[in-house]
């Protein structure tokens, strides 16, 4: 789990959007964007080459 501190000031790094945990909390995903971030050894990678696009 990410600190509640961090995720409050966590925005997606492509559109400045608010992000939430997927499903698993494995990742943060951007719902305009369409973006999954993966969450490795509880630190968010931010970086939109390492995100995932989701499917519709």
Known sequence: MIDKDLFAILVCPKCK???GYNQDK???T???CKLE???RDDIPVMLI?????LAN
């Open 26 to 28: 494995s990742g943060l």
């Open 30 to 32: 951007c719902k305009p």
């Open 37 to 39: 971030y993966p969450i």
């Open 17 to 19: 959007g608010n992000v």
């Open 49 to 53: 080459d390492e995100a995932k696009t």
